[in-house]
């Protein structure tokens, strides 16, 4: 699955050339260079998708907007949803288009039954945690040379309870396919172990317990709306030096007040697609490998509008050229 930008700056998604095995067919001499050391495509906010149109604000959000959305909940609500959808490929739809970082807001509402967690970006999702685990479980058993990095993060309403919960579902789900913490592995001693997926969780005391659990992995977040901003952000952590270890580039530009009440009719959609053009010409001069400077996880929104996956994906040959 894929798509492209049409003249109106539209989403339309398309057939294209598929990147569901890229890491299989890399090259084998990157199959002993270490995953932080490879350029690795992922996509933000992963499962806003299947943002539930009934569901509540979230609890983390201003009280004002949550007063708001009881009030006037026909204006907020459908204005919530258009500046908190970030993806429109489902989760095995980015696998497919090549995504292996997937970034998962996790939560439980205050609504909602004992266990049942979601997902969450302002909203909750349709969609439960535990079933989404299961079918990127699925995807991986057909692709049984593919690495994924789930990034679980947020945890809105956790209690310990509920993280033992969300750790024994991944354990349960995910089984013998788990790289437990320590040096960062290769492609080909993951496939030596059977291993296929890295899990980095956001809460140290849950991380401490429980071996198969990988330390948050850091996130460069801009927090701009224009393009240009944004990569002098980026081009600024470049110039501090990479993380040691997994680590995260985020090419997704944010809203703010100002420019949500500038552009009424407008949607974080609207607002990202006509500045892909600049954000994809900045991936591609990107450079993986251990040096300062270098990238790792490249992670954007609307991850399927162009060939944001194969241009990602490509730059892992500039470690062939030395």
């Known amino acids: 699955m894929g798509g492209q930008l049409s003249a109106s700056g539209s989403f339309q998604s398309l057939p294209c050339t598929t990147n569901a095995d890229w890491m299989s067919a890399l090259c084998p001499l990157l199959w002993d260079v270490p995953l932080h050391h490879l350029s690795i495509p992922g996509s933000h906010d992963t499962m806003t998708y299947c943002l539930n149109k009934n569901s509540p604000i979230s609890q983390t959000q201003s009280r004002l907007l949550q007063l708001l959305d009881k009030v006037l909940p026909c204006v907020t609500h ?34 909602g ?21 299961t079918e990127i479980s699925e995807w991986l058993e057909s692709h049984p040379r593919e690495v994924v990095i789930l990034a679980c993060r947020n945890f809105e309403g956790m209690t310990e309870d509920l993280h033992e ?3 024994a579902c991944i354990k349960n789900i995910f089984g013998d396919m788990l790289c437990p913490r320590g040096e960062v592995p290769t492609l080909r001693q993951l496939w030596a172990r059977g291993q296929q997926v890295i899990v980095s969780y956001e809460e140290a005391s849950v991380v401490s317990r429980h ?15 224009k393009a240009e901003e944004l990569i002098r952000y980026l081009e600024r952590m470049k110039s501090c030096g990479r993380p040691g270890g997994l680590f995260v580039a985020g090419i997704n530009l944010t809203e ?8 009424p009719a407008g949607s974080l959609r609207k607002m990202t697609l006509p500045r892909l053009p600049c954000l994809r010409a900045w991936v591609r001069e990107q450079r993986p490998g251990p040096g300062a400077r270098c990238t790792n996880v490249i992670a954007g929104d609307f991850v399927g509008a162009d060939s944001f996956v194969g241009d990602v994906v490509g730059l892992n040959a500039k470690l062939l050229r030395g």
């Open 78 to 111: 459908p204005l919530v949803l258009k500046w908190s959808t970030t993806q429109v490929l489902n989760v095995t739809e980015q696998l497919d288009a090549g995504v292996r970082y997937l970034d998962l807001r996790i939560a439980h509402m205050l609504i």
């Open 113 to 133: 039954s004992e266990k049942n967690l979601h997902f969450v970006h302002m909203v909750y999702t349709t969609v439960l945690v535990e079933d989404t685990l």
């Open 165 to 167: 919960y969300l750790v």
């Open 211 to 225: 071996a198969e659990l990988w330390p948050g992995i850091p996130y460069w977040w801009g927090d701009q709306v």
């Open 256 to 263: 703010n007040l100002a420019y949500v009440l500038a552009h």
